[in-house]
């Protein structure tokens, strides 16, 4: 080999990898930014420059604010179960209030849902909330609160909920587990040096578990609100949007203006837009990181 | 010392209300699985009797009507796609990872930081780009439309979880490797892929589980009901099956069935690789 081709070989081997992730990572957000100032529609082959039309439309758009809501309702109840429950229930598994063998157990469990194929896990829940034979109205029934029984997919006050609450049920264990394994780095002696100084479990949660996975807390809030950003899957999978759009998020909405209604130029602002709110997201959650320490 | 202290706290009420409201959280989270499989035994009729009551005679003649829909069809589909994606993923990333933590040459900070800053550019929003690039190519409806871009975002990940691994390997490998004239290629192969196997392990179980499961790709670059994946192909099975429920909760079983079975017998290693896969 000569030393030419030796200093070469690097580049070359590295070349396809580096195409690969240009064309298919890199190169769709460049696109979605450039179709955002077209008028476009994949019948017509004409082009329209429109300059910020789309974007001046998306802002008068009330469906885009009521998805943007949704959006917005995903993430709190999200940062509300998955997250501040997630590490609650992370710091009870890894309490001396279990036996080891038995939090295993639960944690194995608990984390399920989080493997199941998306689609499974939607068709089921449709199961589990229609009216007429599922299991969700079958309890409420059973246990004395049968007014509360509702078609919670078909009705638009509850679909957004319901579809959310789906979420939770998949990824609070998942989230608990990634908290334990940031509890576990905790050294044990301030837990016990706590508990000599009477310290309460209550008062250790607060006082150390915590403070000492701040950092495992900053990378899943961020995992969350990415994830509250983009949803898509499940929403699409359940109800499609509906009923009448009260359950339509800014994924799916796009999802319908690019590939259902024909609206591509649109469809793209919509998807410049959720990945400008998941950038400031990341900065922001950066930026606190950064000030935290 | 510890074990002590255990034992004294044994019957705490403290303890016993935890044990109460982990197993009812537990409940929750499983019974519907247990629902799911005992009403897909059930006759129509017998599913809106009552949603507590087991079947009266268990029908497992469901299961076969499920899957002469075709599940076995998706299932092949599902294996193809998910192990050939795995495979470019894994050989493609740990040759990057190789090169960009262990060979000197120019320029790596930089391509290091392009192929890593992969992982926060997500896929959901490229949706409708990438259908127009995978056309361009030709690639629209085959497996291509979808491995192709499997590959794409998850060898970002793979690079930065294979690339920790080897760092961590003494470099003094790979100088006594090109001391012995062996090309870049062997050195990769002979020596630093086989070193880094747990990492390489790790991430194809990560990533095993993301193509499996992946939906919004093979939702929207895929046309063909005979190239559809098991997550698209149970979701035309449900909307074929709008009145057939246990013959549709029989599929939803088999679909969770295997998927369940490879989380069960690789649950250990879990815990670690959630970890890696939150990084990514």
């Known amino acids: 080999m000569t030393g030419w081709r030796a200093r070469m070989a690097p580049y070359a081997l590295l070349a396809p990898m580096l195409a690969l992730v240009a064309v298919f990572v890199y190169l769709p957000i460049l696109a979605n930014i450039r179709f955002s100032f077209y008028r476009w529609s994949s019948l017509s ?6 300059g910020l039309a789309n974007y001046r439309r998306l802002f008068a758009d009330p469906l885009f604010w009521s998805s943007l809501g949704n959006n917005a309702i995903y993430a709190v109840a999200s940062l509300a179960v998955q997250v501040a429950c997630g590490l609650v229930l992370a710091a009870v598994l890894e309490s001396t209030l279990l036996p080891r063998r038995l939090s295993g157990c639960f944690r194995v469990a608990l984390f399920i849902p989080s493997v199941l194929p998306i689609t499974a896990i939607g068709l089921l829940w449709q199961l589990l909330y229609q009216p007429a034979f599922g299991l969700v ?3 409420l029934e059973t246990v004395g609160l049968g007014q509360f029984v509702h078609a919670w997919l078909g009705e638009e006050s509850t679909a957004l909920l319901s579809v959310v609450a789906v979420s939770q049920w998949q990824w609070t ?3 608990a587990v990634l908290f334990v394994v940031a509890i576990r780095g905790i050294p044990r002696e301030l837990y016990e040096s706590a508990e000599i100084d009477g310290a309460g479990l209550i008062r250790q949660f607060f006082s150390i578990t915590v403070p000492s996975v701040r950092q495992t807390t900053f990378v899943l809030v961020m995992i969350t609100i990415f994830g509250a950003v983009k949803v898509f899957d499940i929403v699409w999978i359940m109800t499609g949007g509906g009923p009448n759009n009260a359950s339509q998020t800014l994924g799916t909405y796009m999802y319908r203006s690019a590939f259902q ?9 919509i998807a410049v837009l959720m990945f400008a709110l998941s950038s400031v997201f990341g900065l922001l959650n950066l930026w606190l990181q950064r000030r935290g320490e | 010392m510890m074990r002590m202290a255990h034992w004294r706290r044994a019957f705490s009420p403290g303890r016993v209300v935890v044990l109460a409201l982990l197993t009812l959280l537990t409940l929750f989270t499983l019974y519907p699985l247990v629902w799911l499989v005992l009403s897909s035994l059930k006759t129509p009729y017998e599913m809106f009797d009552s949603a507590w009551r087991l079947p009266e ?5 469901n299961y076969r009507t499920a899957w002469a ?16 994606s795995v495979t470019l993923i894994l050989l493609a990333g740990a040759l990057t990872a190789f090169l960009l933590t262990v060979v000197p040459f120019r320029g790596k900070a930089l391509i290091t930081l392009f192929i890593m800053g992969g992982m926060v550019l997500p896929p959901e929003v490229s949706l409708f780009p990438l259908f127009r690039i995978l056309n361009m190519f030709g690639l629209y409806n085959t497996y291509g439309a979808m491995i192709v871009p499997y590959v794409a975002f998850g060898l970002p990940f793979a690079v930065f979880f294979i690339g920790a691994y080897m760092a961590m390997v003494p470099h003094d490998f790979y100088e006594a490797a090109t001391l012995d004239g062996a090309g870049l290629l062997r050195c990769f192969w002979s020596i630093y892929l086989p070193v880094s196997l747990p990492a390489v392990a790790a991430v194809g179980v990560i990533q095993g589980m993301r193509v499996w499961n992946e939906f919004q790709f093979a939702l929207t670059f895929i046309e063909s009901d005979s190239l559809r994946t098991l997550t698209i192909g149970i979701s035309t099975f449900g909307d074929a099956l709008r009145v057939d429920w246990a013959v549709l909760m029989a599929g939803l079983v088999i679909s969770v069935a295997p998927v369940l079975a490879a989380f069960l017998a690789t649950q250990r290693h879990f815990v670690g690789m959630a970890q890696g896969g939150v990084k990514g």
């Open chain 1, 45 to 50: 082959p004409t082009w329209v420059f429109v």
């Open chain 1, 173 to 175: 264990g998942y989230i």
């Open chain 2, 69 to 84: 829909f075709g599940l076995g069809h998706y299932i092949v589909n599902s294996v193809i796609v998910t192990s050939v």
């Open chain 1, 261 to 269: 209604t024909d609206a591509v130029g649109y469809g793209a602002t």
């Open chain 2, 57 to 61: 005679v268990w029908q497992w003649g």
């Open chain 1, 137 to 139: 109205n079958a309890a």
